[in-house]
């Protein structure tokens, strides 16, 4: 593999461990620094969290546009050494509103997603697009994995120590891509940065009159709220519905993240050159539509462990629709296109917990209308459903 796509990767993949790896200690580093009950820390974690995706979706676009005037190698190096410093503060922070600085800064350099993808569309044939997505895919999948095993081992040595390990990441990637990562925005597709369309609202206006884009950005924004289902409401289902110990709860995660990654490293390749972008959404989906509906509905926790798999399978629909995008608009387009797509996903990512915990709170309680705990499954479902309509429903020009 070209060290350039290695760094692309990797960075990628730490923007996911970094998320993860300090997951496990916020309840015990936020009554460390606050004091109260878990419930206040609960709290807390809740505002820390939304403040991160919050940063994350207004600034995508920003730094996609940032990467189509100036360059991806200096926003992706700017982001990461700032990164490797936001850390440190938070390794250091004695206060509530010093960690919840470093979670709105982490938002804004954990935005370099779509400048990654850009890269990748930068240096991708045509027929090579919807797989090297599936690679960034396949490196969240693994950073998504790995996250929170390690957070939670390196929480036995303290509070403070997942910071400096996500500080320690960054700062080696930093270096790799200092010594080996080539620019790609050459004077053929560099556009101006205009800040009526780096912020997401003008983004979406200007990707809007490319024939198709708003669609298509509508189903990926359905299918992002409705795939988000997963971990928004996991763990509280199957504790409800099997009394899963966090132990089973976590290998579940593990191997719906292994799965998923696996499909979009090595076989999204193999589908897409078989079926082509446009029906490996579909199909991609049908593998949805089938775990959805059982899952909503299983009462055996043995039979909900063998449908995790069979779930991930749908990891091809996010990247064969990247795919799409990507070669629907110019190549100086690239980097303004994966910051408006990273700001959708930053979107899902707020709405989605959400809403699924309060369908689900709504359908688990004693006094339930009716007891359904799988319930946001059928929301998810149902999002999809239009997401997939509404695509069926769009011209496109590709395979």
């Known amino acids: 593999m070209r060290l350039p796509i290695l760094?692309?990767?990797?960075?990628?993949?730490?923007?996911?461990?970094?998320?993860?790896?300090?997951?496990?200690?916020?309840p015990g580093l936020?009554?460390?620094?606050?004091?109260?009950?878990?419930?206040?820390?609960?709290?807390?974690g809740g505002i820390l969290a939304t403040a991160f995706a919050v940063m994350q979706f207004l600034f995508s676009p920003v730094l996609g546009g940032l990467s189509d005037a100036y360059g991806r190698r200096p926003v992706l190096l700017l982001s990461l050494f700032i990164m490797v410093l936001d850390y440190l503060v938070m390794a250091l922070a004695g206060s509530l509103w010093l960690l919840l600085l470093g979670r709105l800064v982490g938002g804004v350099t954990a935005a370099t997603h779509g400048t990654a993808g850009a890269y990748m569309a930068d240096?991708?044939?045509?027929?090579?697009?919807?797989?090297?997505f599936g690679l960034l895919g396949a490196a969240f999948g693994v950073g998504f994995i790995m996250g929170p095993l390690i957070g939670g081992l390196l929480g036995e040595l303290g509070t403070r120590a997942p910071f400096y390990a996500a500080a320690i990441l960054s700062a080696?990637?930093?270096g790799l891509g200092w010594f080996v990562m080539k620019e790609t925005v050459t004077d053929e597709n560099r556009r101006s940065f205009d800040w009526r369309r780096a912020h997401p609202f003008g983004a979406f206006r200007t990707m809007a009159r490319v024939p198709g884009i708003q669609r298509l950005l509508w189903v990926y924004f359905l299918y992002s709220v409705a795939i988000y289902v997963y971990p928004a409401i996991w763990a509280y289902f199957t504790e409800e519905r099997f009394n899963w110990s966090p132990q089973t709860i976590g290998v579940s995660l593990a191997v719906f993240g292994l799965t998923m990654a696996l499909v979009q490293g090595g076989a999204l390749r193999h589908v897409v050159r078989r079926f082509g972008e446009r029906n490996t959404v579909?199909?991609?989906?049908?593998?949805d539509f089938f775990g959805f509906s059982l899952l909503a509905f299983v009462t055996s926790g043995t039979l909900a462990l063998i449908l995790t798999p069979i779930a991930a399978l749908g990891g091809v629909v996010t990247?064969?629709?990247?795919?799409?995008?990507?070669?629907?608009?110019?190549?100086?387009?690239?980097?303004?296109?994966?910051?408006v797509m990273t700001s959708v996903q930053a979107l899902s990512m707020i709405i989605s917990p959400m809403l699924m915990a309060s369908v689900f709170a709504q359908f688990s309680r004693e006094d339930a209308p009716i007891y359904l705990?799988?319930?946001?499954f059928l929301v998810a479902l149902g999002l999809m459903i239009i997401g997939l309509v509404i695509f069926l429903r769009t011209r496109h020009s590709v395979t």
């Open 7 to 26: 760094f692309i990767l990797t960075t990628v993949m730490i923007d996911a461990m970094g998320i993860g790896l300090i997951m496990p200690i916020m």
């Open 30 to 44: 936020i009554v460390e620094v606050q004091g109260g009950s878990l419930a206040d820390a609960a709290l807390w």
């Open 123 to 132: 240096i991708s044939k045509s027929t090579e697009k919807a797989a090297n």
């Open 172 to 174: 080696l990637n930093f």
């Open 282 to 287: 579909i199909y991609g989906q049908l593998f």
């Open 319 to 339: 990247p064969a629709l990247q795919a799409i995008m990507s070669k629907s608009v110019a190549d100086n387009q690239q980097g303004e296109l994966q910051g």
């Open 373 to 376: 705990p799988g319930a946001p």
